[in-house]
Nanobody
Framework: QVQLVESGGGLVQPGGSLRLSCAASGNILSNNVMDWYRQAPGKEREWVARVTSGSSTYTSDSVKGRFTISRDNAKNTVSLQMNSLKPEDTAVYYC?????????????WGQGTQVTVSS
C-alpha cells in the first residue's frame, strides 16, 4: 500500500504564491509517476501537473508558466510551487501516484488540501 499526505494549502490573495507538498510512504517503487490534480466546487477533477521518476515534468495549459512541479526521490516527496495565483485556481488539490508493480497500473490518492484564492 501507498499513503499520500498533502500539505501547504490555505488562503492567498490573487497574485500571491503557495507551495504544496505531498509526502509518499509505503510500498513505493523507484519507477513511478506523481501528479497533482484539482477539483473546484461543481466541477470535475482536473489534471494540473506531472513529474516522472526521471524528473520529466509536464503542466496543463491552464497553469503553464505559473506552476512548477518538482520531486525529491530520496524523500519520496513531490511539490507544486504555485505563483501568480488567480481566483480560478481555487480548488481542492490532490496528490496522485501511479506505479505498476505487477503489470496493471495502481493508483493512489491523497486526501486533498484546500487552496483558496480570494481578496
Amino acid at each position: 500500500q501507498v499513503q499520500l499526505v498533502e500539505s501547504g494549502g490555505g488562503l492567498v490573495q490573487p497574485g500571491g504564491s503557495l507551495r504544496l507538498s505531498c509526502a509518499a510512504s509505503g510500498n513505493i517503487l523507484s519507477n513511478n509517476v506523481m501528479d497533482w490534480y484539482r477539483q473546484a466546487p461543481g466541477k470535475e477533477r482536473e489534471w494540473v501537473a506531472r513529474v516522472t521518476s526521471g524528473s520529466s515534468t509536464y503542466t496543463s495549459d491552464s497553469v503553464k508558466g505559473r506552476f512548477t512541479i518538482s520531486r525529491d526521490n530520496a524523500k519520496n516527496t513531490v511539490s507544486l510551487q504555485m505563483n501568480s495565483l488567480k481566483p480560478e485556481d481555487t480548488a481542492v488539490y490532490y496528490c496522485h501516484l501511479s506505479q505498476s508493480p505487477y503489470g496493471p497500473t495502481l493508483h493512489y490518492w491523497g486526501q486533498g488540501t484546500q487552496v483558496t484564492v480570494s481578496s
